[in-house]
């Protein structure tokens, strides 16, 4: 296999994994006022360690599925804007395609998605104090940036190489 043909299979594997965990957090922001229902029966159950180990987690799990709940039974539009949330995600994972058919065209978009993953960041730490987020979880969303970022420097750095080997062109093979 040739080196660009090798550069393009791991371009492609690591935007799979990065389309494939955007895909997932979008469609897991639509059922969330039943995901929290089940988040809290599981941390609750009796062979969870968390009442007695993360005291702080089962009351903030608590405290979201409560207000989700309240929302959802009261004020249900409010909801609508997890739905948009959900979307995004769906949305600015189709735009990765571009990036996977034709990397060094797309390049535009890793870089994109880098520095939406770059802000993440800052919107933490500053929305969450806001919103009264308690900080060990505003740095779990930090975490989704950092840990988001990680696959597409992979990417933009192999399409950098990718970029400067289509420049130069591909040995003719030898005659037998």
């Known amino acids: 296999m040739s080196e660009r043909n090798a550069l393009r299979r791991r371009i492609r594997v690591w935007l799979v994994v990065f389309i494939v965990c955007l ?3 979008g469609l897991t922001a639509f059922p969330l006022v039943h995901e929290l229902r089940w988040t809290e029966d599981l941390l609750t159950s009796s062979a ?4 007695e180990h993360f005291p702080d987690l089962l ?3 608590t405290r979201v599925r409560t207000g989700l709940d309240e929302a959802d039974a009261r ?3 409010v909801l609508y804007g997890t739905d948009w949330l959900a979307f ?3 949305v600015i994972a189709v735009a990765f395609y571009g990036p996977f058919r034709d990397p060094v ?3 535009w978009v890793i870089e994109f998605g880098m520095i939406a993953c770059a802000g ?3 919107l933490a730490l500053i929305c969450g104090p806001i919103r009264d987020i308690p900080f060990w979880w505003s740095v779990i969303d930090m975490s989704f940036g950092v840990l988001g970022v990680i696959p597409l420097l992979l990417v933009h750095r ?3 190489r990718l970029e400067a080997l289509e420049r130069v062109p591909e040995p003719e093979p030898a005659a037998a």
């Open 23 to 25: 895909v997932l957090s």
């Open 48 to 51: 969870s360690p968390v009442p």
């Open 59 to 61: 009351e903030w799990i």
């Open 75 to 77: 004020y249900p539009f």
């Open 88 to 90: 995004a995600h769906l």
């Open 105 to 107: 065209r797309n390049i």
């Open 120 to 122: 993440i960041i800052p």
């Open 158 to 160: 192999a399409i950098k």
